[in-house]
């Protein structure tokens, strides 16, 4: 007589053991991560790419030495603002497309681009413009940054992966 006992998790029906010998414990596996982005991850992506956008348009030159922004005069200088806020720009791109995937990473984008191209157009309040888009610094905040958030799209995909990895055979 094969009797059975409905589990406690409603899988369905489970024999009971033929003989006196303890049962293992059953190891449940989570249910695997939705594949689409939540909005609210996109639209926070987007907004963290116009607070990096921001902050990066108005820092990159604040740190160059003895606040020099003639390309000229710092020939020979290490614009540390400049490559600071180009790895801020990089790194949160990279954080935005493991955050949400490629939705999340195309809200940072948009949302960098467009608050840099705005605010490097625009004017100060002693007439000068805020990103100063005729010096050489300003020019390698703005075509560098973008090329370096569009480079982080091609990240390797196993970056951004929960799954645990096979172990490599050893030869």
Do not use: K
């Not at 059953?26 to 939705?34: E, G, H, K, L, N």
């Not at 604040?62 to 003639?70: K, R």
């Not at 625009?122 to 973008?146: E, I, K, T």
């Amino acid at each position: 007589m094969s009797a059975t006992v409905p589990p406690d998790d409603g899988r369905g029906q489970v024999p009971p053991p033929a003989t006196g010998l303890p049962v293992s414990p059953v190891r449940f596996t989570p249910a695997p991560p939705r594949a689409r982005t939540s909005w609210v991850r996109i639209v926070l992506s987007g907004l963290l790419g116009v607070l990096v956008g921001a902050v990066g348009t108005f820092m990159f030159a604040a740190l160059l030495p003895s606040g020099i922004t003639d390309h000229v005069s710092a020939a020979g200088s290490w614009p540390v603002g400049l490559v600071l806020t180009l790895a801020l720009s990089v790194a949160a791109a990279i954080l935005a497309r493991a955050w949400g995937g490629y939705g999340a990473y195309t809200a940072y984008a948009v949302g960098w681009l467009v608050v840099v191209i705005v605010l490097s157009g625009m004017h100060g309040p002693g007439g000068d413009v805020v990103a100063g888009a005729h010096q050489r610094w300003a020019s390698l905040w703005m075509y560098g940054g973008f090329l370096l958030v569009a480079a982080s799209a091609f990240a390797p995909r196993g970056w951004f992966s929960d799954e645990p990895r096979d172990r490599r055979p050893t030869s």
